[in-house]
Every structure is written in structure tokens, then in C-alpha cells.
């Protein structure tokens, strides 16, 4: 992943360092996950917008680009008041299926990194 790559080689090469942010990573967006399902069905389209800026940036950071459109989606979503629109629904319906993909993508370049 050449985000990781380049975030690596910002920080000197350090691979443990970018390490410890993926892995803050994949435990910090999980309760983001939960707040972005809770606010999609309660409708609440307020408290929709900071786990979805939380989520889109960091996954931003690390190169999770999918997440992070899918992420931005919701969080324009909740600024404009409305949840009901198809691309908020279909943003929402597809956010865990692209964690998970950016989670395994993210885990094998840590483990890739760290047996070098």
C-alpha cells in the first residue's frame, strides 16, 4: 500500500510506529462503526457527522480509500440533514463490508512489514 509506505517513510522508516497506528486504527473505528449504525437507525442525522469524519480521516490516513468515500458519504448525509437519500443508504449498508476489507488489507501489510 503505497499510502503506508509513504506514511512509513515520513516517520523515518519506523514500520513498528505505522504499525501501532493501524492497529489504533482497528480498535478506534469500531466504536465509530456502532455510532454511524445507531444514528442511521434513529434517523439522527446530527449524530451521524462525527463518527463519519472521524472514520473518513482516518482511513484517509491510511490509505483505506473506499472507507474513507463511503465514510465521507455519511458524514455530507448528516450535514445536510437528510439520512433518507440512496447514496447515505447505500454508504451505510456497504461501511462494515469495506472495514473489513480495508482491516485484512491493512493487517497483511503490518504483518507483510514486520517479517522483513
Known amino acids: 500500500m503505497e ?48 463518527p463519519a469524519h472521524t472514520l473518513k480521516s482516518a482511513s484517509a490516513t491510511l490509505g483505506a480509500t473506499r472507507l474513507s468515500a463511503a465514510a465521507r458519504t455519511l458524514e455530507l448525509a448528516g450535514r445536510s440533514g437528510s439520512l433518507a437519500g440512496a447514496d447515505a443508504m447505500a454508504a451505510a449498508e456497504g461501511i462494515r463490508a469495506e472495514w473489513r476489507a480495508a482491516a485484512s488489507a491493512l493487517r497483511a501489510w503490518g504483518a507483510k512489514e514486520a517479517g522483513r
Open 3 to 50: 499510502v503506508l509506505d509513504g506514511l512509513r517513510a515520513s516517520v523515518a522508516g519506523d514500520t513498528a510506529f505505522v504499525v501501532e497506528l493501524i492497529d489504533a486504527f482497528l480498535a478506534d473505528s469500531a466504536p465509530q462503526l456502532d455510532a454511524i449504525d445507531a444514528a442511521m437507525a434513529s434517523g439522527g442525522a446530527v449524530a451521524l457527522i462525527r
